[in-house]
């Protein structure tokens, strides 16, 4: 019965995985797999009904929808990667150091933590960007920075429940440099948890993105990604409602996958 | 060593101005991440040519020619007095526009609390007390769904079902119950998710312990020691989700005012952002903070208050 049961949690793990790889390939291939420029503007051809030539049909300005959603793949699903492989980097890094030196450099980074942990991270994303002004670019810098902040502190809870253990301490008395205690011994052991949470935190931050996005803040037109999508989507609500039901599934479809894939990791361990 | 609750309630408190100290520290280095000059912001705004005399002048007159520790202590003994510095673009003190557009955002976050409690009760204790049915199933589904689905979409869906197709709801504005039934749904749902969740797993959890099964052997109704004992337990630790709860709710608020055009405290935020208004931005993340930092002081001493685990430890010392 466990066994089939897990046999079961594989086969549903490999499935949400083939089809968000199948989405990311999409994305990595959009430029050969459009059918039209998704820039080209063409007012003679607005709010075409979908057909062969343009499988979605095309907005407000004739452009392509379909060619959109597949290059909005990068600006969504890309940048939320990028931003959490750059925060967890980062994250391991400062994590690391301060769980191995601990003393006065742990009291001061657990000290900087609480206080920017005083905000609640969406207002200081918010904050962030207001000051930076609205771009892709800002909206990656404010992401990576708050996502950055809760995982190095959680990084740091990990590699401190790590530091009393025998292996680590047998590892330390033969004399095992610093780098190579955290690359042999701490990271493999903490691989894991941090993959679950890098994984289910993907959903979060395509949410924050197009909210940004939505609000203007983010990705700037004419560069397509989701919630700018359904932004721009939203004027025509009335005639045209499946220029919003496009993206805004596109977003749903992912995130959802990417939180099943998320809560199965969860369940291995 | 185990601390008593007034210790600790103590220490919590002690530690607040620090906390509140730091982060006015920050929200005010905040400002100097900002790639351009703010006089020639200004000087941008009013429509005056922003030469390099015309920038030193109005440097003066705001002070920011001045060190940067004289800037802090002048700024802070203004916030001290709720002189937050005037807006750019209205001229008008910003605390007085930021308090004005309050009242509304606090009506859309109460509003919301309230369908995140009604909703996510029932629901996660109908799919503990029926775990792995249909219906469990189906709940589950739904709790999945609404924390992936983006605030604003839902927003839009709902108004084009409820208020285009159906005509139930306005689209917009504010005022009457009507208006703020579905502002407050897209505001809660994702939250919602995350409670049902929360409470399922922590009624079936308490489902386990053997007080249960002595309540069932002493003839006690099984709805008896629902009420009585499994949800008194299983609700406690729902205090430790309300300062995220608070979080999101505000966060979420700047996204859901946009969709519903409420003249909220988000709206503004967002119209200030575009304007490059950074005393509102400013002010906006220093209260929000403020209140953020004081409400989780409240869940910490509640949660330590309610949890009769940690009561009983008291006792014990």
């Not at chain 1, 809760?150 to 990990?158: A, H, K, M, P, V």
């Not at chain 2, 039934?181 to 308490?206: D, H, K, N, W």
Request: charged residues 15%; hydrophobic residues 55%; proline residues 5%.
């Amino acid at each position: 019965m466990s066994l089939l049961r897990k046999e079961r949690a594989n086969v549903k793990r490999l499935f949400s995985l083939t089809i968000l790889l199948v989405i990311g390939l999409l994305g990595l291939f959009a430029p050969v797999l459009m059918p039209h420029d998704p820039l080209a503007v063409d007012i003679s051809k607005k709010f075409l009904a979908p057909s062969w030539d343009y499988p979605f049909g095309t907005d407000h300005l004739g452009r392509c929808v379909f060619s959109r959603m597949l290059l909005a793949i990068r600006y969504s699903l890309g940048s939320a990667l990028v931003i959490q492989i750059v925060a967890i980097l980062l994250a391991i890094l400062v994590g690391a150091f301060v769980a191995l030196k601990r003393g006065i450099v742990d009291y001061l980074f657990i000290r900087i933590c609480d206080i920017l942990l005083a905000f609640p991270t969406l207002v200081l994303a918010f904050g962030l960007l207001g000051l930076l002004g609205p771009s892709l670019k800002n909206v990656l810098i404010a992401l990576v920075f708050t996502q950055f902040i809760y995982y190095s502190r959680l990084i740091r809870g990990l590699f401190i429940g790590l530091n009393e253990k025998d292996f680590i301490q047998a590892a330390r008395i033969s004399g095992t440099s610093g780098i190579k205690l955290i690359i042999r011994h701490y990271i493999p052991n903490l691989l894991p948890p941090i993959v679950t949470i890098v994984v289910l935190d993907i959903g979060k931050v395509i949410l924050e993105i197009a909210g940004f996005s939505f609000i203007g803040l983010g990705v700037q037109a004419p560069i397509p990604e989701w919630g700018m999508m359904v932004n721009e989507g939203k004027q025509y609500i009335r005639q045209h409602p499946e220029l919003m039901l496009y993206p805004g599934l596109a977003i749903v479809l992912v995130v959802l996958l990417l939180n099943h894939l998320a809560s199965s990791f969860k369940k291995l361990g | 060593m185990y601390e008593s609750t007034w210790m600790f309630c103590l220490k919590r408190i002690l530690t607040l101005p620090f906390v509140l100290l730091g982060v006015s520290i920050l929200t005010f280095v905040f400002i100097r991440f900002v790639p351009v000059e703010p006089a020639e912001v200004i000087l941008r705004l009013a429509r005056v040519a922003p030469t390099a005399e015309a920038i030193q002048a109005l440097r003066e007159e705001l002070g920011t020619d001045k060190p940067f520790l004289i800037q802090y202590l002048l700024w802070i003994k203004g916030v001290l007095h709720l002189d937050f510095g005037t807006s750019f673009v209205s001229k008008l003190p910003v605390a007085h526009e930021l308090f004005a557009k309050l009242p509304a955002t606090i009506e859309l976050a109460v509003a919301a609390f309230v369908l995140i409690l009604g909703i996510s009760m029932p629901l996660g204790i109908i799919s503990a007390l029926y775990k792995h049915s249909i219906i469990d199933k189906v709940i589950r589904l739904f709790t999945v769904m609404s924390v992936s689905i983006p605030t604003f979409w839902l927003g839009f869906l709902l108004l084009y079902l409820f208020s285009l197709k159906l005509g139930i709801f306005p689209t917009n504005g504010k005022g009457t119950l009507a208006h703020l039934v579905l502002p407050a749904f897209a505001l809660a749902l994702p939250t919602i998710g995350l409670f049902v969740q929360f409470i399922r797993s922590a009624i079936i959890e308490e489902l386990q312990q053997h007080y249960v099964q002595y309540a069932q052997l002493r003839g006690l109704k099984n709805s008896v020691i629902l009420v009585r004992h499994v949800l008194r337990n299983a609700v406690i630790p729902l205090s430790t989700l309300l300062g995220m709860t608070l979080g999101n709710l505000l966060g979420g608020a700047v996204i859901v005012e946009q969709v519903f055009s409420w003249p909220g405290l988000g709206r503004y935020l967002i119209e200030s952002i575009i304007n490059r208004d950074y005393p509102v931005v400013q002010c906006y993340v220093l209260i929000i903070a403020v209140i953020y930092v004081l409400a989780n002081l409240c869940t910490d001493v509640l949660h330590r208050l309610l949890d009769p685990h940690l009561m009983m430890k008291d006792r014990r010392d």
